[in-house]
DNA sequence: ACAAAAGTGTTACGAGTACACCCATGG
DNA sequence: CCATGGGTGTACTCGTAACACTTTTGT
């Protein structure tokens, strides 16, 4: 089966760059390509767009496919489409972003049987087509979105403590937070909730766990 | 001629919200469209990548063989693919946005004689497509990025005075600011320098021009 | 001299930052 | 009773907001 067009068209995908903060470690989630071009290096995971398809889908379906991962928060980021930055044909990519919490972590890699794995931003291997641009790209937007809205907060699992969202808030940032002025600003922002539960991991005072509130997923703050 | 793929290709596209500030009224640039679909009403500049072009090039090319501008501010907005926004096929556009100084408000329409003309963005027509969604989304930007960075300054021609700059956000903002504090600000960016010379326009006292530095083009502020 | 827009400083308020001690629990 | 992280309030600072009069020009 093949299509015919009048005039040329150029392929289209989607790119997904997948955060995830584990062991206070910012990490991105790669796969190991198995077909040429790149064979053998590591690549974001992403794949062409359906014909009937939006988007979203596409991103939401590749993601699944490769990695397993479903129903987390995923932003379109920027979209490129330089030529010859895939040496088959035209290839326009519209690359999202995604944040992955931290119970959710365990991967199964698709059913091509490609290797999947976690590589901290700090240390990325060699990447292929134009992915570490791409990558860096969505670095700096996610930075920048911790500053003026509630992102951060799709890092966290369904119950959290808040000293771990500090200890990711210093982890993406870089920078130590003081921890009263922290608690004071996230809660603040009106989006989290006690759950009356505590956890008691050792051999010391346990915390409080919070929620995300119901309706506040993504906010801006100012 | 044509051309064949072995899996379905969509068709590629750029759009260009075009903006400026015309008689204190925001304003968007729109062309009538002279085949079907759609065939009559309103619609954003905009049209097919060629093969070999660049995102970035196509916008700019679009813009000039429909309008004539050249060598305005232009930045991506967002990239729309909807199965079936465009009834003939799959069409995924890049949106961008265009902000255009007071002083290149001249347009020359395409040579296939279409219609183009600014209209207030209170006051729209019924656009074709998904365009009055993309105008929305390109509004919601517009207006948050003048909070955050110096693009305001694109609308401003080479020369202009500090009062044009105010009028300016005060237009797009529709709030009033205080001189004084407004002045403190613009100047507190390091974006703008005097030019020595002055405006005589009427009766009464000349204000000082100024001009865009050099190198300062966009810059976050924050 | 008057009409019209240009230009200019000081005070007040609020948000954000700095900072140190007591609490609850398990071993 | 001790070790460990959890939890809490106040004082200061700096940036933003409020505010009104004098200057320059053309008629």
Redesign the pocket.
Known sequence: MSYTYLHPHPAVTTDIIVFTVQDDVLKVLLIQRLAPPHEGSWALPGGFVEIEESLDACALRELHEETGLEGIYLEQLYTFGEPGRDPRERVISIAYFALVPSDKLVLQPGSDASAVAWYPISALPELAFDHEKITNIACQRLTDKMEYSTIGLMFMSSEF???QVQSLYEVISGKPR????F???LL?LDAIEETGR?K?E???????LYRLKESKIVSNI?
Request: charged share 45%; aromatic share 10%; net charge positive.
């Open positions: 403590t808040l000293s003081d921890k009263r002025n608690r004071k600003w603040s505590k008691a050792g051999a010391y005072r346990p915390a409080k100012r």
